[in-house]
Each structure stands twice: as structure tokens, then as C-alpha cells.
């Protein structure tokens, strides 16, 4: 069974700089494609971010050059550089891995709290 624990998250200044880590086990982690998703109070869950087992990204265009997403195989850990936080980027974040390279979500972390005061 797939286990996915993020960590990272905490309270910062706007401006400031957060990493997420989401470590995986129970799957081979090099061969799924891997998400960062968040949540805002009264908003549906959005994807941030995502990586491809190749390590193809893409960025949702409210983070786009702020953000990265990266993974280390090696560590089966995957993470969220997050760098000049706005008060919107306050949410809860997910870590989720796909089915291989397809776009079908099969296991979700149990979250990580981020908040940006202004």
C-alpha cells in the first residue's frame, strides 16, 4: 500500500521561502508520475504542480516562477521549493502520486499546512 508523508509546511512572512517534502513508500517511486495539489478554506483542491517519472514538470500559471518541483528517486521523496510567498499561497498542501505517467491520481499524503501572513 502506497504511504505518502509530507512535511515542510509552517507559517511564514510574505516574501518568504517554504520546502515540502513528501516521502513515498509501498511502490517503486521512480515510476509514477508525482503531484503537489493544494487546499484553501471554501476552494476546491488545485493542482500546483507536477512531474513526470522523467522529470518533465509543469506549473500551474499562479506559481509558475516561484515554485519548483523536484524528486530524488534515490530517496523516494519528492518536494516543493515554494520562494516569494503571497498571502494567497496559504493552503493546505497535498502530495499525490498517479498512476504511472497518466493523469489518475491513486494515493494522496495526508496534507501539510501552509500559511503566509502579509
Known amino acids: 500500500q502506497v504511504q505518502l508523508v509530507e512535511s515542510g509546511g509552517g507559517l511564514v512572512q510574505a516574501g518568504g521561502s517554504l520546502r515540502l517534502s513528501c516521502a513515498a513508500s509501498?511502490?517503486?517511486?521512480?515510476?509514477?508520475?508525482m503531484g503537489w495539489y493544494r487546499q484553501a478554506p471554501g476552494k476546491e483542491r488545485e493542482l500546483v504542480a507536477s512531474i513526470s517519472s522523467g522529470g518533465s514538470t509543469g506549473y500551474a500559471d499562479s506559481v509558475k516562477g516561484r515554485f519548483t518541483i523536484s524528486r530524488d528517486n534515490a530517496k523516494n521523496t519528492l518536494y516543493l521549493q515554494m520562494n516569494s510567498l503571497k498571502p494567497e499561497d496559504t493552503a493546505m498542501y497535498y502530495c499525490?502520486?498517479?498512476?504511472?505517467?497518466?493523469?489518475?491520481?491513486?494515493?494522496w499524503g495526508q496534507g501539510t499546512q501552509v500559511t503566509v501572513s502579509s
Open positions: 499525490a502520486q498517479y498512476i504511472m505517467d497518466s493523469d489518475y491520481v491513486v494515493s
Open positions: 509501498g511502490s517503486i517511486f521512480s515510476i509514477h508520475a
